[in-house]
């Protein structure tokens, strides 16, 4: 099976900050990977597919980089409704699998 | 527009089953893969497998093969989760997801509410 190691697993930053999250996975997966926004109390909201496509209707700056075994999802200028939980998801090999996750907080 | 409606909260005692429905609308339900995702309070999200409405064929993680099963209604549109023997570590949030490519392979976009499900004794 594909684990998928996600850092930090929690982060505090200011509005305006620019943050970067990871995901390694231990065998490569391509392209084979989407990003996801949770709010507490909410179902996953798709950013990042493909790694690197950004998803219709959301702000330009979330983007996705990464190809093989190494990803990142960046946030150029933290807005308030971006503090959230964050997650990546493999899809390239059954059984997919979710990184444990990065909690942004408000500094 | 895509929706997925999940039943309602449910529930159950330890070694009991329970039956999770997510009906689909919007689209052609038999075109699309559709995931299920659990998450247990105040902890991340967990893949419990796939399943394809087209013709029924379903994967999942060997931590779940005996125990869940995934079923499709294309008469209603309507995907079901059955999970048995519960136990404490199965309460949790699930979530049905449908993906939006035709092969199935892409994370899936439109997420169902979450179904809560309570196993205690």
């Known amino acids: 099976d594909i684990q998928m190691t996600q850092s930090p697993s929690s982060l505090s930053a200011s509005v305006g900050d620019r943050v970067t999250i990871t995901c390694r996975a231990s065998?490569?997966?391509?392209?084979?990977l989407g990003w996801y926004q949770q709010k507490p109390g909410k179902a996953p909201k798709r950013l990042i597919y493909a790694a690197s496509s950004l998803q219709s209707g959301v702000p330009s700056r979330f983007s996705g980089s990464g190809s093989g075994t190494e990803f990142t999802l960046t946030i150029s200028s933290l807005q308030p409704e971006d503090f959230a939980t964050y997650y990546c998801l493999q899809h390239n090999t059954y059984p997919c699998s979710f990184g444990q996750g990065t909690k942004l907080e408000i500094k | 527009q895509v929706q997925l409606v999940q039943s309602g909260a449910e529930v159950k005692k330890p070694g009991a089953s329970v039956k999770v429905s997510c009906k689909a609308s919007?689209?052609?339900?038999?075109?699309?893969?559709i995931h299920w995702v659990r998450q247990a309070p105040g902890q991340g999200l967990e893949w419990m497998g796939i399943i394809n409405p087209s013709g029924g064929s379903t994967n999942f993680p060997q931590k779940f093969q005996g125990r869940v099963t995934m079923t499709r209604d294309t008469s209603t549109n309507t995907v079901y989760m059955e999970l048995s023997s519960l136990r404490s570590e199965d309460t949790a949030v699930y979530y049905c997801a449908r993906v939006d490519c035709s092969d199935g392979n892409c994370p899936p976009d439109s997420w169902g509410q979450g179904t809560l499900v309570t196993v205690s004794s």
């Open positions: 919007g689209y052609t339900f038999t075109s699309y893969f």
């Open positions: 065998q490569g997966i391509r392209n084979d």
